[in-house]
């Protein structure tokens, strides 16, 4: 067996590790920081848990903090033409996955010709150049885009949701500091924490995964499946804060290491068309996909649901993979995650827009590391099923 692993060259994780980050900087060699960050963070003050550290260690950074969810390629163009001209060398990523793959396409875009266009970068091109060390501190459990070689960026004239992959997405170094998670409003620390699970699982039943994605899978699949309820309905719960936040970072490692597979495939168009949170619309998928493609990876979904505690150790693998199910479609109900008809998308646009969101799922190259692989119709029969 032959593998490629990737990971940041350092991780500093646990209480206050955000407070360090100079040391960060310091190990790069670096010490003139752009903040690539969302209002959010600005408003809440949250942003203060790098900039007060970095003062004191005598590192003025300067902030672009206009990124907006769901990250779009103008954005990215506006950041890029922020950071062009001034004297830094570094970029530290701040906040949920949305500023963080900003950051990670500006880095791109930064060591490219100028005028170059993000969707030039899109799978298959391997995007493996980067301009300057990226430091990552996600504010999320979450994406773990802090820890991936991905970023996710829509294009506004196609409305396409694009992945882009390679080393030049992979942050230099991940600040994990659930601390700054504390504050993440109950819909959000939901949809991102069965994001977070979602990584894991599609890590761990995808054909590409491979015995470091297995490690890193298992361990997150614990960590956030005996954690996600618990955080959702305490969210001052610290030790649950803290494994999921530790359990997304695992779950980014896995699948920035095996890809993940047909609930990502097919999410990123209903984000891209009906602007609908990535956690939430991959939640939206989770249980149907997983419904669908039980059996062509029983075992694995079986050991999933053992090691997530939604089953028994004792249980036969087609009793776990029943109650896997059964668990994904309990905890939706739960954590209120709606159907898209519920999130208020109309079903003739929803249907509208059914082979298109197809055919861009196919494109992205997802679903065919799915244990079972669908073709376009159905996809679209999956669409139908969850609608
Ligand atoms: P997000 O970054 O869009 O944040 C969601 C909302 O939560 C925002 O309003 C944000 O300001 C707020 N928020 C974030 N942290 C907060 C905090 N500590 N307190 C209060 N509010 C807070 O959401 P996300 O789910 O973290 O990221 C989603 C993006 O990540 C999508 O664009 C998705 O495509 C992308 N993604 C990337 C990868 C990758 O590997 N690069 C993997 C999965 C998802």
């Not at 848990?49 to 954005?75: K, M, N, Y």
């Not at 885009?145 to 030049?168: H, N, P, Q, Y």
Request: glycine share 8%; hydrophobic share 50%.
């Amino acid at each position: 067996m032959t593998m490629n692993i990737f990971a940041p060259r350092f991780i500093d994780i646990g209480a206050g590790a955000s407070a360090r980050i100079a040391v960060t900087l310091s190990k790069l060699g670096v010490q003139r920081p752009l903040i690539v960050t969302d209002p959010v963070m600005m408003t809440l003050g949250l942003i203060g848990r790098i900039t007060e550290p970095l003062d004191q260690a005598g590192i003025h950074a300067v902030i672009f903090g206009d990124t907006v969810p769901e990250p779009v390629d103008t954005i990215v163009d506006a950041g890029v033409r922020f950071a062009i001209d001034r004297d830094i060398d570094c970029i530290i990523a701040f906040g949920g996955g949305s500023p963080i793959d900003t950051a990670k396409a500006i880095n791109i875009l930064l060591a490219a010709p100028e005028g170059s266009r993000m969707r030039a970068f899109k799978v298959p091109f391997a995007a493996d150049v980067a301009a300057l060390p990226l430091i990552a501190v996600p504010t999320t459990a979450g994406t773990g885009s802090e820890a991936t070689r991905f970023t996710v960026i829509t294009d506004t004239e196609t409305d396409e949701k694009m992945l882009i992959g390679g080393l030049g997405a992979l942050p230099s170094a991940a600040i994990v500091d659930f601390e700054l998670s504390m504050s993440v409003p109950a819909r959000t620390t939901a949809d991102t924490g069965i994001d977070a699970f979602t990584h894991a699982l599609e890590a761990f039943v995808s054909r590409r995964a491979n015995p470091v994605s297995d490690a890193y899978a298992r361990a997150a699949l614990g960590l956030i499946g005996s954690n996600l309820r618990a955080v959702y309905h305490e969210p001052e719960n610290r030790a649950a804060r803290e494994s999921m936040m530790l359990g997304a970072t695992l779950a980014g490692l896995a699948f920035s290491n095996a890809s993940v597979a047909l609930v990502h495939g097919m999410s990123r168009p209903i984000g891209a068309h009906f602007h609908v949170p990535h956690g939430l619309s991959n939640a939206m998928l989770l249980p149907a996909v997983t419904r669908y493609s039980l059996h062509a990876a029983l075992p694995r979904y079986a050991e999933a649901a053992r090691l997530a505690g939604f089953a028994q150790d004792e249980d036969a693998d087609q009793v776990a993979g029943a109650k896997l199910v059964d668990e994904l479609e309990t905890i939706n109900f739960d954590l209120g995650v709606p159907t898209p008809e519920a999130f208020g998308i109309v079903r003739a646009a929803w249907d509208a827009q059914q082979e298109v969101m197809a055919a861009q799922a196919l494109a992205s190259g997802s679903p065919a590391n799915n244990p079972l692989v669908p073709d376009a119709a159905e996809i679209i029969r999956l669409y139908a099923d969850i609608y």
